[in-house]
Structure formats: C-alpha cells, structure tokens
C-alpha cells in the first residue's frame, strides 16, 4: 500500500505542472487571438 501511494504521489507531482503548462498556453493563445480580433 505504501509503495502504490508514494508512485501515486510522484505521478501528480510530475502530472500537475503539465496540465498547469498546457493551461497557460490555451490561455495564452486566447489573449492573442483576442488581441488580434480587437486590432
């Protein structure tokens, strides 16, 4: 049980920064394109 929990804890800690990576940039992109249509 302990092992499955620690491997559960290092998977979220490397999967969190991902989807925080990924969610930046769609919003990132969205500002642009929102820029864009403002211009």
């Not at 499955?4 to 969610?23: A, E, G, H, N």
């Not at 940039?25 to 500002?31: F, S, T």
């Amino acid at each position: 049980m302990g092992m499955s929990l620690i491997r559960m804890d290092i998977v979220s800690v490397s999967v969190i920064p991902i989807y925080l990576f990924r969610f930046s940039r769609i919003k990132l992109i969205r500002g642009v394109t929102r820029r864009e249509v403002e211009i």
